[in-house]
């Protein structure tokens, strides 16, 4: 059984800084390109960015340059370090498989960023 629980986030001015972590449990996570997704308030959910089992990454346009996903597989780990943090970056950020699995998403963690 996968469980992914995402941590990290907070409430941070803009220009700030935020680094998220998720703890995977089973197996697939090493052998899966995983992501990092967010929901702003009152949108759909989004793909930010992309890493595969080997480090290969990829970003969505708008948190290019300002995020990097990086992951620790055998702590079974995927981390976003967030930096220059907008108020458009407010969100609940989750974690999952690319694609994604219904059943594995988390509760994600909320990320507030003021003006």
């Known amino acids: 059984q996968v469980q992914l629980v995402e941590s990290g986030g907070g409430f941070v001015q803009a220009g700030g800084s935020l680094r998220l972590s998720c703890a995977a449990s089973g197996r697939i996570f090493s052998l899966s390109t995983m992501g990092w997704y967010r929901q702003p308030p009152g949108k759909q959910r989004e793909l930010v960015a992309t890493?595969?089992?080997?480090?290969?990454?990829n970003y969505e346009d708008s948190v290019k340059g300002r995020v990097t996903i990086s992951r620790d597989n055998a702590k079974n780990m995927l981390y976003l370090q967030m930096n220059s943090l907008t108020p458009e970056d407010t969100a609940v950020y989750y974690c999952?498989?690319?694609?994604?699995?219904?059943?594995?998403w988390g509760q994600g963690t909320q990320v507030t960023v003021s003006s």
């Open positions: 890493i595969t089992r080997i480090g290969n990454t």
């Open positions: 999952n498989v690319v694609p994604p699995t219904y059943h594995y």
